[in-house]
Nanobody, 124 residues
């Protein structure tokens, strides 16, 4: 079992920045990959970014590439999502998820455990 708790969401103006954190507990954190997804009202959950077990490989959705950075600190059992140059279309509930296969997948159905989500609202 893996338990995930996100934090760091909030309200920010367009062009601003936020850093989301996701604290993990349960299985050994350094043995699995992590991902961030988001879901806006009335839309499907979409992939944002993924990172492998060591942090040496990352993958981003085109919509956030160059603005968002995923990273992890295995000593703190935490994965981060640094979000810069935020846009109103980034408004969504953001979820972190654990990928026991360490696959850097973009498919939410392939992730095994999920956090409860944190709201990010970007005002124009």
């Amino acid at each position: 079992q893996v338990q995930l708790v996100e934090s760091g969401g909030g309200l920010v103006q367009a062009g601003g920045s936020l850093r989301l954190s996701c604290a993990a507990s349960g299985r050994t954190f350094s043995r699995y990959g992590m991902g961030w997804f988001r879901q806006a009202p009335g839309k499907e959950r979409e992939f944002v970014a993924a990172i492998n077990w060591s942090g040496g490989s990352t993958y981003y959705a085109d919509s956030v590439k160059g603005r968002f950075t995923i990273s992890r600190d295995n000593a703190k059992n935490t994965v981060y999502l640094q979000m810069n140059t935020l846009k109103p279309e980034d408004t969504a509930v953001y979820y972190c998820a654990a990928d026991l296969r360490n696959s850097l997948s973009t498919q939410f159905r392939l992730y095994d455990y999920w956090g409860q989500g944190t709201q990010v609202t970007v005002s124009s």
